[in-house]
């Protein structure tokens, strides 16, 4: 996740050599095949307590070290979850969504499954279309209709990652999606402004990197209880930035 986000945002320069902070919130990580293999016990020791990684790409894509990640986080005794890389020019929404939803993005009430995410940013493989050839009402109607999909299997709405830059200029700032929770990207120490429709942020992706950690480097927006309730689907809606 965020693969895109310092070519077309940057990054505040000393980010990653800023100490775990739990009073930001609670400690997590997001991780990919990219980070090969990982010593999980080791993650969990230094006071990680979730993580989310890659399940798929697009309609036709499993990342390769899911089933190793989720069985190894889970052997840590943390808390984890899924996500997918939108690519929003190779199917629909909703395509995309059954098709995560059938390779490891499924959602079950047992504390310990936090809920799927949709990882939606710059294009990575066309930097002249950052939004993917859509315009703005396409894009946002792609969205609606991968959460929908979601919404109506598992019952929970998805976690939308992207950034407000993304948002603002792909979707034009739509509030559309408020019901989802919302992770921000942004490399920097403050969330910043988010997009609109969001009071609040449920998770923040805060650097993409850190000396001792493998992946993006997260905060979720509460308490580790409050991580239990998101987890099972208890959480309030002011939790999740939500009037």
Known sequence: M??????????????????LDSSAGTIGIDVSHYQGDISWGAVAGAGVRFVYM???????????????NYTGSTGAGMVRGAY????PDRASGAAEASYFLAHGGGWSADGRTLPPVLDIEYNPYNAQAVCYGLNQQQMTGWV???ANTVH??????????????WWTMCTGNTSALSRCPLWIARYNTAVGQLPAGWADYTLWQHSD???????????????????????????????????
Do not use: M
């Not at 890659?54 to 190793?68: L, Q």
């Not at 109506?152 to 830059?165: A, D, E, H, L, S």
């Not at 308490?223 to 309030?236: K, P, Q, R, Y």
């Open 2 to 19: 965020g693969s895109t986000i310092v070519a077309h945002e940057g990054e505040l320069p000393q980010v990653q050599d800023l100490p």
């Open 84 to 87: 997918s890389f939108a690519l």
């Open 144 to 146: 609606q209709d991968f």
């Open 152 to 165: 109506n299997q598992i019952g929970r709405w998805p976690v939308i990652y992207t950034t407000t830059n």
């Open 54 to 68: 890659k399940a798929t790409e697009g309609s036709g894509f499993v990342d390769p070290a899911f089933s190793a």
């Open 209 to 243: 990197g850190a000396p001792n950690l493998p992946g993006d480097q997260d905060y979720f927006n509460g308490s580790v209880n409050d991580l239990a309730g998101f987890a099972t689907g208890s959480e309030s809606d002011s939790l999740l930035g939500l009037p």
